[in-house]
């Protein structure tokens, strides 16, 4: 299917546009879930296929039909920092119309994660993580971090491709009651987080925005003894998905 061009001229043709995805793991979740993957290398072509049927028999075909096997001096050269797997491929990035079409539908079944104004690239990545494990609707961020810098999709092992991520301004969030997080807020052991929740968190550095919190209908704590300030971005939204899979809403928690 690829057989036409090498895989080099492949590589070079999508490499400004395209989403490097670094290593087995992150090209297995892009391709489970549906990502466009015009081009894959490996250093060894039998070895990755082992390791797929392994590990990822339901995406073993595909992986065969689209690995090309490359010089290591070949694969090194194609991205940043060689991955132990050997395997590095490129994605289409899925266009913004789309993803702001999946974060505007309704009735949502899902929340949306906000990010207002996150400092930390690697918190990002963990964050989209956590939202394609519990089938979050999407991640939107606000600021200037690119959710899509690579960084942010080597943390976000592939899963990019399994929730909607997009930065959008605090003025045009998704609709749907807005609960944000914040030490002061009211303990979250006594609400329901509903599956049309938008659930906003603030930045490392400084917290929620004031515009964000003039726009939300709930604060909302985690609980944490009264000496400790406040708990890592990622690790508050890992709890605050849980609560909502956890509570009676989580009609969509997987
Ligand atoms: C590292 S904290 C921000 C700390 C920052 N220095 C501040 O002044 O708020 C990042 C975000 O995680 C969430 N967070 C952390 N601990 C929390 C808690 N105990 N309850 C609710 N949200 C929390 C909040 O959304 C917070 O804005």
Redo the contacts with the bound molecule.
Sequence with gaps: MHGMTDPLTRWRAHADAGVLLDGFHALKHALRFGAEVPVAVTTDRAATLVLAEELAGDVRDALDALLTQVPAETYASLVPRPHPTGVAALAVRPSRTANLRTLARTPRTAPVVVL?NPRNLGNAGAVIRLAAGFGATGVVTTGTLDPWHPTVVRGGAGLHFATAVERLGVDELPTGPLF????E?MD?RGTELPDDAVL?????????SAELRARADHL?????RPQV?????AT?VAMTLYHWSATGGAHGAP
């Design positions: 207002d944000a997080l914040d030490p807020g979250i906003a968190f603030g930045s490392e550095r400084s917290g929620l909302l704590a985690l609980p944490m300030s406040s708990y890592n971005l508050s």
